[in-house]
């Protein structure tokens, strides 16, 4: 079993940033990737970065080059430090874990954080 808090959402105006954490505990080997979705009203949730216990990341296209996803293995943490945000960026964001790649989409889940982007 692993828990997933998320924190760090919240009500930015556009071209802001916000940084997104969420701290995992449970079995280590559950938390070998961790990563990012998000689901925006009416949409379906949708990948935003990922990364493996060694460092290896993976971006959609809509966070290429805005969103950096980051984590400490200390303190089982991962971070998406979110830059030049857009209203279209506005979605409930979760934090996932599991041991592998493939298995990420059916893995663990937190419960989510809102971010709103609007002025």
């Known amino acids: 079993q692993v828990q997933l808090v998320e924190s760090g959402g919240g009500l930015v105006q556009p071209g802001g940033s916000l940084r997104l954490s969420c701290a995992a505990s449970?079995?280590?080997?559950?938390?070998?990737?961790m990563g990012w979705y998000r689901q925006a009203p009416g949409k379906q949730r949708e990948l935003v970065a990922r990364?493996?216990?060694?460092?290896?990341?993976h971006y959609a296209d809509p966070a290429k080059g805005r969103f950096t996803i980051s984590r400490d293995n200390a303190k089982n943490t991962v971070y998406l430090q979110m830059n030049s945000l857009k209203p279209e960026d506005t979605a409930v964001y979760y934090c996932?874990?599991?041991?592998?790649?493939?298995?990420?989409?059916?893995?663990?889940w937190g419960q989510g954080t809102q971010v709103t982007v609007s002025s």
């Open positions: 449970g079995s280590a080997f559950r938390i070998n990737v």
């Open positions: 996932a874990s599991a041991p592998s790649i493939v298995t990420l989409d059916s893995g663990s």
């Open positions: 990364i493996t216990r060694g460092g290896s990341t």
